[in-house]
């Protein structure tokens, strides 16, 4: 950060910054995400560099998330989405509206969340975002678990970890298997429970 802002490179530590937040939002240091991604929005914004500010936008969102304040994560999914739509980037328009999704589920609000999953997931479809289409498929089946349509969601967790072991995710692999555990408990099958749950912690 400090070598861009020398040399004056203002698209480098815009970046930079924003970089910076993800690094301490994964810290769990949110507060501190949170100043870097407003840094970067207002230079973004100085650069009219829309696909930077929507992703900045996107980040703060998930820092405001962290934090559990709900209402600010969603304005500022909204403002990404719009973006994202206006200079057309599907890959930061299913973020943005897998992030709405996931705040929808965070608030409780199960049946809010699944038309946007849904529109998130036939865009990941569309444009081949594997690892994303396994993401929104396990935040459609938490959705429906919630909603007590656990046979439902057992067929989404399914459709999700087979994603994730074609893909050789190993780590959505083993969320996968622990989530089908759960859901096979929901439905009074403790031996599949049990199976897959040996088979997360391997």
Do not use: M
Not at 44 to 56: I, K, N, S
Not at 85 to 108: K, M, P, Q, V, Y
Not at 122 to 148: C, F, M, T, V
């Amino acid at each position: 950060l400090l070598i861009a802002q020398e040399l004056g490179d203002r698209r480098g530590e815009s970046k930079v910054l924003g970089n910076l937040g993800v690094a301490f939002k994964n810290l769990g240091h949110y507060t501190i995400a949170i100043e870097y991604q407003l840094q970067r929005i207002a230079l973004t914004r100085e650069l009219l560099d829309r696909q930077g500010e929507g992703q900045a936008l996107n980040n703060l969102g998930n820092a405001y998330r962290g934090l559990g304040h709900y209402r600010n994560a969603t304005e500022s999914f909204q403002e990404a989405l719009h973006i994202a739509r206006e200079i057309g980037d599907r890959r930061a328009e299913s973020s943005a509206l897998g992030n709405l999704g996931f705040i929808c589920i965070n608030r409780g609000a199960y049946e809010e969340a699944i038309p946007l999953l849904n529109e998130t997931l036939k865009i990941d479809r569309e444009i081949g975002k594997r690892r994303g289409e396994a993401s929104s498929l396990s935040n459609l089946a938490i959705a429906y678990k919630n909603l007590g349509e656990t046979e439902r969601a057992l067929e989404l967790y399914k459709q999700a970890l087979g994603i994730y072991q074609e893909i050789g995710f190993r780590r959505g692999e083993g969320q996968g298997l622990w989530n089908l555990s759960l859901a096979w408990i929901q439905l009074n099958n403790h031996s599949k429970a049990i199976a897959s749950a040996k088979a997360a912690l391997k």
